[in-house]
């Protein structure tokens, strides 16, 4: 079965600091999505990427796949407290996509004012 | 209308009851699914429906019920439930791969 393993497990930067998470599957990755999440609230959808080599961007936040290494980033330029929170990969490992998600098991980001 | 609503947004129950959570949407997504998640772990998926039909179960035990009366609604009836089950209660819908999460349900069992 399909996992996906995000480091770091968690990240405190300063406001105004660029900041990076990963995420590395252990098989190929035919679609991968981007949440973020407030304890104990629902998943915010951010990015999908599909394609190898594929970027995306929104705002402040980037994600990128690279296809060969079976891996994705998410950089989040110029950090605001208001990106503090769980940042979740999920990827579903069909061609042609699936219903079935599998999560990371997500960075927990903090911002000090 | 582009959010999944779900209801109660918090619920305390004991063993014996028989409760329901509730999960809407009118994005005319026709695959709608059901995530528990536990404190500081990822979502873990329970039931898949697509077309208002049972596409996925990933083998929960049958304290748990789903149903989907129409391409809008989902439940999950609950029954003699034990503590270990207490979690948040995700619902979701999707279009072209991309899932959209309710609020969630807190679900507490006593």
């Known amino acids: 079965s399909q996992e996906l393993e995000q480091s770091p497990q968690s990240l405190i930067v300063q406001e105004g600091k660029n900041l990076t998470i990963n995420c590395t599957s252990s098989k190929t990755l035919y679609g991968l999505y981007w949440y973020k999440q407030k304890y104990g609230e629902g998943l915010i959808f951010l990015m999908m990427?599909?394609?190898?080599?594929e970027e995306k961007s929104h705002e402040k936040i980037t994600a990128k796949l690279d296809e060969k290494k079976q891996q994705s980033s998410l950089h989040i330029t110029a950090s605001q407290p208001s990106h503090a929170g769980i940042y979740l990969c999920?990827?579903?490992?069909?061609?042609?996509?699936?219903?079935?998600?599998?999560f990371g098991k997500g960075t927990k980001l903090t911002v000090n004012p | 209308d582009t959010e999944v609503t779900q209801t109660p947004k918090h619920l305390v129950m004991g063993m014996t009851n028989k409760k329901s959570l509730k999960c809407e949407q009118h994005?005319?997504?026709?695959?709608m699914y059901w995530y528990k998640q536990k404190a500081k772990k990822p979502p873990e998926l329970m039931f898949v429906?697509?077309?208002?039909?049972?596409?996925i179960n990933e083998s929960v035990p049958s304290r748990f019920s789903p149903e989907c009366p129409n391409s809008s609604l989902l439940n999950l009836h609950l029954h003699a439930l034990q503590p270990e089950d207490s979690a948040l209660y995700l619902c979701?819908?999707?279009?072209?791969?991309?899932?959209?999460f309710g609020p969630g349900t807190r679900l507490t069992v006593l």
């Open positions: 990427l599909q394609k190898g080599g």
């Open positions: 979701a819908s999707s279009h072209r791969g991309e899932q959209f």
């Open positions: 429906y697509s077309y208002e039909k049972l596409s």
């Open positions: 994005m005319g997504h026709r695959a």
């Open positions: 999920g990827a579903d490992g069909h061609p042609g996509g699936s219903e079935k998600l599998v």
